[in-house]
């Protein structure tokens, strides 16, 4: 643990029994590192789910004081949250676009929809009408995913219509093949999302998400919409480590253990101790995000040691054996690390659980205190 973490644990409440420590500089340099391999093309952060957990108020403030201007969200009021600490001329784009009565809400609030349909586009233009002035749009077409969208065919007989009414930001589309680079649908999206454009009168495009811009230069168009890139997660087995992971996990020990050989521990009696040993109860379990099937697997960091987690985790508990850690460092209180950078990282760990790592991070709960590192 460095002396930044250890000064930022000494800082939390001593109430507080578990914790993510985000490191905003880490989430910076990995802006940075993005925008410097995709040269005059813009970056827009995507920041719905609270920022894959992280945080969406300090870290869309970060990343504008980083130069971004574009932000992706998933709702309306996930944009309405942000918009309160962003300024003007920060665009806001809501992927699910609008439904019925919520138009007054995005223009009051200067966040811009993507269309994903006639439905929607009809009516944001008979707001824009009402309002007699034009709104921003972006017309979002379907090339593959078959999630949300225009479907191409649509997309055409409309978007005249469409521009006539509105300014519309650019097209986008979606790859849902992306991080496997050798997928023969990543180049038929290319080709029909070209295609689409070329029709179109060639507006501004946007295909790429996070591992789209690894797929090459022919992928990245004019804004590409990172995500868990920006937060230190790669997926791809090639590209794992290749961006600076931003938040470490503790938890506090509220209990300290002595076993003897033949003796279980937690619900279900899934752990039987083979000699005797020593054990520490974190405070952290299912309520906060650490799921119950990972129970017996994964590891904590205390004193210089990796020690194994043991037993089913439960709702607020999880057990780990401290037996060959110096007892001088199993105190009630003391912070016990479940994530270390960079040798077992978020990432590395949800991979060898057989999940993803922002599926773990947007399900910590609200006892887990963020605590963030370079936040102004």
């Known amino acids: 643990m460095n002396d930044q973490i250890s000064e930022a644990l000494d800082r939390v409440e001593p109430h507080v029994l578990a914790v993510s420590v ?13 925008q410097g391999r995709i040269g005059n093309v813009q970056i827009g952060s995507v920041i719905k789910a609270d920022s894959y957990g992280f945080g969406a108020i300090p870290v869309s403030k970060r ?26 001329d920060a665009q806001i784009f809501v992927l699910s676009g609008l439904l019925d009565y919520t138009e ?23 707001h824009a009408k009402k309002l007699n002035r034009k709104l921003d749009a ?3 077409v379907d090339t593959g995913m078959c999630r949300n969208g225009f479907s191409p065919e649509d997309a055409v007989v409309n978007y005249e219509r469409i521009r ?8 986008m589309s979606h790859l849902a093949c992306a991080d496997m680079p050798e997928h023969k649908k990543n180049t038929e999206q290319l080709h029909k999302f070209k ?11 946007s295909l790429s998400a996070t591992y789209g811009f690894f797929l090459g230069k022919e992928y990245l168009f004019d804004l590409i919409r990172p995500g868990k890139t920006l937060y230190g997660i790669a997926i791809r087995d090639d590209k794992i480590g290749s961006m600076l992971p931003i938040a470490d996990i503790f938890s506090r020990i509220v209990q300290v253990n002595s076993l003897k050989a033949g003796e279980t521990i937690g619900y279900g009696a899934t752990f039987t101790a083979t000699r005797d040993m020593k054990t520490i109860t974190l405070g952290m379990g ?65 991979l060898e659980l057989g999940t993803l790592p922002y599926e773990v991070a947007c399900r910590f709960g609200q006892r887990v205190k963020r605590v963030y590192l370079g936040e102004a």
């Not at 932000?71 to 003007?88: M, N, Y």
């Not at 007054?104 to 008979?126: E, F």
């Not at 006539?164 to 097209?171: A, D, G, P």
């Open 22 to 34: 985000i490191n905003l500089d880490n989430l910076a340099k990995n802006y940075a590192e993005i």
């Open 63 to 88: 990343l504008y004081k980083e130069g971004c201007r574009q932000f992706f969200v998933a709702t309306i009021a996930e944009g309405v949250a942000v918009r309160e600490v962003l300024s003007s």
């Open 104 to 126: 007054d809400m995005l223009t009051s609030h200067n966040l811009t929809p993507v269309l994903n349909g006639i439905y929607q586009a009809d009516l944001w233009i008979n």
């Open 138 to 140: 972006v017309v979002h």
């Open 164 to 171: 006539t009414h509105l300014n519309i930001s650019f097209v």
């Open 195 to 205: 295609s689409i454009l070329r029709i179109l009168g060639n507006p501004k495009g």
């Open 286 to 350: 299912y309520a906060d995000g650490f799921m119950r099937k990972f129970s017996g697997f994964g590891y904590g960091f205390l004193a210089g040691k990796k020690i194994p987690m043991i037993g089913r985790i439960s709702m607020d508990y999880l057990a780990l054996d401290a037996t060959d850690v110096d007892e001088s460092h199993l105190k009630i209180g003391n912070w016990v690390a479940l994530t270390r950078t960079p040798d077992y990282t978020l990432e590395k760990w949800s």
